[in-house]
């Protein structure tokens, strides 16, 4: 029982705050093993019930947020996270204190990782990764060159050749002058790609939902020690 107790203790509990829609933050956290580390969901549903990011669903995102939260409000958490990168650079009524968007744990991995210079790989529409951009740059870190889909929806179904292609489409000076790569989206599946490319490419390759991992398992030092 001492030995279950000590594991307990160890046990990072974050809360998930999930789009309605998307499927692959669920998939991919559980296929990375993370180390005591426990995720509690609860999802969004904007009040249009759109799918498609637009300003209606950041919008409602946001709104929906306080009823989400409030319905994990009998969980010991240690952190709070809104699974999805856009809401974090567009407009929209604060969050709850506390709570990190993907775009914010994003930010948080390249601090850490003293990464200055990137380049951008979503899949939203260009007027979207733009913002994407310029909001990084802001936070300091330049972004060399970016590269979209101009998709406003369906996301899960983007393959991994689809993404392979869209790096490629990249200008190889600024991929090569980058210090990482951001494949930026929590909800295109971006794991079955990420070892090929850091191979290819020979430099780091960081994902939205790789630096929501991160997030949670730093959430309490020494959690996995």
Not at 86 to 96: K, Q, V
Not at 147 to 152: C, E, F, I, K
Request: charged content about 15%.
């Amino acid at each position: 029982m001492a030995a279950l107790d000590a594991a307990a203790d160890r046990t990072v509990r974050a809360g998930l705050l999930l789009p309605w829609a998307n499927v692959a933050v669920e998939t991919e956290l559980s296929r990375l093993g993370l180390c005591h580390t426990v995720f509690h969901h609860a999802r969004l549903v904007p009040a249009s019930r759109t799918t498609a990011i637009d300003d209606s669903f950041w919008l409602g995102l946001r709104e929906a947020s306080g009823r989400a939260l409030d319905s994990l409000s009998h969980v010991p958490l240690d952190a709070v996270m809104l699974a999805c990168t856009s809401a974090g650079f567009t407009a929209g009524p604060p969050l709850p204190d506390g709570v990190l968007t993907a775009f914010d744990a994003l930010l948080r991995a390249l601090t850490e990782a003293a990464v200055a210079r990137v380049v951008l790989v979503t899949p939203y529409p260009a007027l979207v990764t733009e913002a994407e951009s310029a909001a990084l740059t802001e936070a300091g870190v330049e972004v060399l060159a970016h590269a979209s889909l101009g998709l406003s929806d369906g996301y899960p179904a983007i393959t991994p050749d689809q993404i392979m292609s869209l790096v490629g489409q990249l200008p190889q000076q600024a991929v090569g002058t980058a210090d990482a790569v951001v494949l930026s989206c929590t909800g295109w599946h971006t794991l079955p790609v990420i070892a090929e490319l850091e191979h290819r490419l020979g430099k780091p390759v960081l994902s939205s939902n790789l630096a929501l991992a991160l997030l949670a398992t730093r959430a309490r030092a020494g959690a996995c020690a």
